[in-house]
């Protein structure tokens, strides 16, 4: 069968591409796009309209063992290391230009697929993930290993080698940026991938695999094979042929990756999954600010984000002053359709995920906790749901503990730091925190003793290229973004040449 | 129940301590040394003689919880950040140093318990234990995080954290030694341990233990609680109040742990696994030593190591030069008592290993490999196993596959070096490798294109406390000693601190 085309004309679109868009939806395997060998189709839906926006091509088994089998031809021949960390870099930045080229086209893509505003699909994804992957070109030929004074008799040193075919599987709430964290370190380093987007929001990665290829990457270099988590991503996770797995998704599905890589031929294996991150508002914070940075945490994306600081702490001799900006905050914010220059808000990604937020949030009513704001669906048409917050909560409403993934923040008080930190800390997640205060001192005893991988003080969501980024806990193992990334995908290889040294038998 | 104390007469060993030494058995927690709370002791063998040594106490279940406890309690309020890098580099100085003063004592404990000849486990295990735990000490104050620019209004920067508890399951292969391996970089770096030594092997690992409490190391710090690998080992893998766990052992064990990992809390893990490591000798080495050295990678530690270079592959032009040479230093091998100051190998460390061994050896003749040395017990007494070697092998045979773990090598050859290389690579195993020749391009193309952790060049099982060491592929994850084995032990806080940023919202 001939591989399918995504076509869609965004000339009826309030703002932004206003062109007609249409690109191959195979799947990119080798360098060209292919059917998937059962001819399996999955069927993408416009979450603002609730319409379809037809079918793209998924990965069977059998396609995932086409793509290592080209993967692994391609770190063996025109990649790793025959090919040198400058050549790899100019690629990655070459394919960062040809993203900021297509910025228009590819944020309007991104809008259309997940619901983000587009207006941020464009500052700040599509952007962000040109400047991730042009980051990691500059790092390709900087991968350095040591030299180490043993004795006289020896020359030791360490090579940080590429580890070959390495399985990536990402989400759909930053599909593009994500693909930038992904494909950046991996491919600076000399490794060849076989990359999942989610089967939800599988348009940019699909529009970038033509970039791809038009940068110049060899084929089979980058292979992008959409589709289902139990079919294409249980068996990336299970290859005997692939040494390595990154996934960034929900904690549930990171277990079971772990011990698919266990079971199979223990690849090592790094992952970005959950958090119920904190936001503590102190009585000496600049409360104006701290409101906006707060309410922002929580709906930024939807809610969408690992690190949403979704349990709100506010010290109690500050709480009504504070709940008056922050309300005032939240109820400015505007929710619609996602290509309107104003909207802040689109819709959740999917039914599915609707339907689960809303269940929280009923579930939320149901345990007494007070529906302060919002609480229900927002319109008649589309995935919409009003922002939403909770107070008067108790510590094991499960509100609280469980990652909603929504607009829905919860609001708790508290007297004194000590009484804070444990509340921040009473949680099996450990992913982001944020620490509002002018006191350097409070501050960063706060930040000390919180335990999740990223704290902010004074701001929230604000992530930067070169800043690590990863969890704590039951949030993932691993750090992603930063030079600490290059980490995750290159395996140590000492060396020990002996110059004189007899030996002992 | 009081616990159980071991006690042995060394007056009548041939060299060595020769005194009588007395120590407690129990379990080391908090501290103390306690009964378990089942009653449940072990009973140790004497691989020499086949002969009891008595009996230790072993870990239940709530053991480790008791630990654990004790653990958790130290790392909030006398260990973890609580006490400077200073203060638990001089700790760790200060247990280097009392290992030192007891190296006779404990050498012959080693020898004792494991069968490994007294004047190795003195100059080797002990003396190296001692080392690393120096080389560890020396690291605890220089713990460093980076500062990160982004932009004028942020300051960014990094933390590396201990993790907290750590579990650490350590083999019988090399009990001291591989105790120091683990307990340096993690005290170092601030964590807490709940540590298991194989419950073949306790004596050197609880002797320790008395000397971490002499050294001053606050109570709950360490905890040594040797016990059952489906007891103890399992209860460590699952605890959910364990944050990491480290292993050094089989790889179907490995599996295990990172399974039990993956579905208690998603631990991190880091695996020291099996090997089945090729040597090379090319037809431009220094035929003499290569040939000892050959020999010294089969039968070092009775061929009881992880990176033992088991295949050996000879240029086909040298290879009968090669193997009368060879042959010659395997058979002047000295086995006999441990204790005799000329002995080089001792038995293997217990029935179970020398049944196993003996059951591949079989399984080789079967096969149909030619058994041109050894193949057979040693003696009548103890579990001593002739030096062996196997020629006339195909890559698909099981003693050519399988990691032995025993004093057995195969011989095979090769013509060149594209060959060689296929060869040398066709394992899923990728622990250590080494290469023998003078020719400097010859040597370093090969250490580049062999796919393991370690490659020596004109060497073998020259391990250095300061150069990582670890597999690639099913031989492990992650890397011990060296700077590198921190890694393992911290995890990174990236602390934003926003200077001027209003919000966004």
């Not at chain 1, 085309?5 to 796009?33: A, C, M, Q, W």
């Not at chain 2, 140790?44 to 040594?53: D, G």
């Not at chain 2, 592929?473 to 890694?487: I, P, T, V």
């Amino acid at each position: 069968m001939a591989t399918r085309t995504f076509t869609y004309d965004f000339s009826n679109e309030v703002s932004g591409f206003r062109k007609k868009s249409s690109f191959p939806s195979g799947l990119f395997i080798n360098g060209e796009f292919v059917d998937s060998v059962d001819g399996k189709t999955f069927e993408l839906i416009n979450p603002t309209t609730e319409k379809s926006l037809g079918h793209i091509t998924v990965a069977s088994e059998k396609d995932i063992d086409i793509a290592v089998e080209a993967a692994q031809k391609a770190f063996d021949t025109t990649w790793g290391l025959h090919a040198s960390g400058q050549e790899r870099g100019k690629l990655l930045i070459r394919l960062a230009e040809l993203i900021e080229e297509n910025i228009d086209e590819l944020a309007a893509l991104e809008s259309l697929d997940s619901g983000k505003a587009l207006a941020f699909a464009k500052s700040w994804d599509v952007q962000e993930a040109a400047n991730v992957l042009r980051y990691y070109g500059g790092w390709a030929d900087k991968v350095h290993g040591k030299t180490v004074e043993v004795d006289e008799a020896t020359l030791a040193y360490t090579r940080h080698e590429p580890i070959g075919v390495v399985g990536q599987i990402t989400p759909w709430n930053f599909p593009i940026w994500l693909l930038s964290w992904k494909l950046g370190p991996a491919l600076a380093t000399g490794n060849t991938v076989v990359f999942k987007p989610s089967e939800w929001t599988p348009l940019t990665a699909l529009r970038i695999a033509s970039l791809i290829k038009e940068a110049g990457f060899p084929p089979g270099v980058v292979n992008i094979v959409p589709g289902l988590g139990n079919v294409a991503g249980a068996a990336i996770s299970s290859h005997m042929g692939i040494e390595k797995v990154a996934f960034t998704g929900s904690t549930a599905v990171g277990r079971a990756l772990m011990k698919a890589a266990a079971s199979s031929n223990l690849k090592r294996v790094t992952l970005e999954l959950g958090g119920k991150s904190p936001t503590l508002i102190l009585d000496d914070c600049n409360l104006d600010h701290a409101a906006g940075w707060a309410a922002f945490g929580i709906l930024a994306n939807q809610g969408q984000v690992c690190s949403a600081g979704t349990r709100v702490y506010v010290q109690d001799s500050i709480y009504d002053k504070f709940m008056e900006k922050f309300i005032a905050v939240i109820k400015r914010v505007k929710v619609g359709d996602p290509f309107h220059p104003e909207t802040f808000q689109g819709p959740q990604v999917s039914k599915i995920q609707f339907d689960r937020i809303m269940n929280y949030i009923d579930k939320g009513k149901k345990e007494g906790a007070t529906c302060l704001l919002g609480g229900q669906q927002h319109g008649t048409e589309g995935y919409f749901i009003q922002p939403t917050i909770f107070t008067d909560v108790k510590p094991e409403m499960t509100i609280v503990k469980e990652e909603i993934f929504g607009p829905v923040g919860v609001v708790a008080k508290f007297s004194n730091d000590e009484e804070l930190i444990k509340l921040a800390n009473d949680t099996v997640y450990g992913l982001a925190a944020a620490v509002f205060s002018e006191n350097i001192s409070r501050a960063l005893k706060l930040a000390n003793a919180l335990k999740a991988g990223t704290v902010w003080v004074n701001s929230y969501n604000t992530i930067r290229t070169n800043v690590p980024f990863g969890g704590y806990k039951q949030s993932g193992q691993g750090r992603e973004l930063g030079e600490y990334a290059l980490e995750n995908y290159t395996e140590v290889k000492a060396v020990h040449v002996n110059l004189s040294g007899s030996p002992p038998i | 129940m009081a616990p159980t104390t071991f006690s042995y007469d060394f007056g009548s060993e041939a060299s060595g301590f020769r005194k009588k030494t007395s120590f407690s058995t129990g379990l080391f927690i908090n501290g103390q040394s306690v009964d378990s709370v089942d009653s449940k002791t072990f009973e140790i063998i004497n691989p020499t003689t086949a002969k009891s040594l008595g009996h230790i106490t072993i870990a239940s279940e709530k053991d480790i919880d008791l630990a654990v406890e004790a653990a958790q309690k130290a790392f909030d309020s006398t260990w973890g950040l609580h006490t400077t890098g200073q203060e638990r580099g001089k700790l760790l100085i200060k247990l280097a140093e009392l290992i030192e003063e007891n190296i006779e004592e404990l050498a012959a404990l080693e020898s004792l318990d494991n069968g490994k000849a007294v004047a190795i486990a003195q100059a080797v295990d002990v003396q190296g234990a001692a080392d690393v735990l120096r080389y560890y000490g020396g690291w605890a104050d220089k713990i460093h995080g980076k500062t990160i620019e982004t932009d004028e209004a942020t300051f960014a920067y990094t933390r590396h954290e201990p993790i907290g508890v750590v579990g650490q399951i350590t083999p019988w292969n090399f009990p001291i030694l591989m105790l120091a391996w683990k307990l340096g970089p993690a005290l170092a770096t601030g964590n807490t341990v709940v540590f298991k030594p194989s419950e073949f092997t306790p004596l050197t690992a609880l002797r320790v233990a008395v000397l971490i409490k002499e050294a001053g190391f606050p109570p709950g710090v360490v905890n040594i609680v040797p016990g059952l690998g489906n007891v103890a080992g399992a209860a460590i893998s699952n605890h959910m109040g364990i944050d990491k766990v480290a292993f050094t052992g089989s790889t179907a064990v490995g599996r295990a742990i990172m399974k039990a990992a993956a579905s208690s809390n998603l631990k991190r893990v880091t695996l020291e696994l099996g090997g089945k490591s090729p040597t090379l000798i090319l037809d431009d080495c220094n035929l003499d030593t290569a040939a000892r050295w050959a020999a010294f990678g089969v039968v070092a530690n009775h061929g009881q190591m992880c990176c033992a270079g088991t295949r050996i592959y000879v240029q086909d032009n040298i290879y009968d030069k090669f193997m009368e040479k060879f042959v010659a230093v395997m058979k002047g091998i000295k086995l006999g008592d441990p204790f005799r100051p000329d002995t080089f190998q001792g038995p293997q460390v217990s029935k179970i290993q020398f049944d196993r061994i003996m059951s591949y050896i079989e399984h080789g003749k079967k096969e149909g490999a030619t058994c041109l040395l050894g193949g057979q017990q040693h003696g009548t007494e103890g579990y001593f196993i002739e030096p062996t070697i196997f020629t006339d092998i195909k890559p698909e045979m099981t003693i050519v596959k399988e990691e032995i773990f025993g004093p057995v090598g195969v011989v095979s050859r090769f013509s060149n070096d594209e060959e060689l290389i296929k060869l040398a690579n066709d394992s899923v195993y990728g622990l250590a490798s080494a290469v023998f020749s003078e020719n400097l391009s010859r040597a370093i193309k090969l250490a580049n294109a062999l796919k393991a952790g370690t490659v020596w060049v004109n060497t073998y099982n020259t391990l250095r406390t300061n150069v990582p060491f670890g597999g690639y592929k099913q031989s492990g994850q992650g890397r011990e000693l060296g700077e590198y084995a921190l890694d393992n032990y911290t995890q990174v806080k990236a602390v934003h601190v926003n200077l001027s940023g209003p919000p966004f919202i």
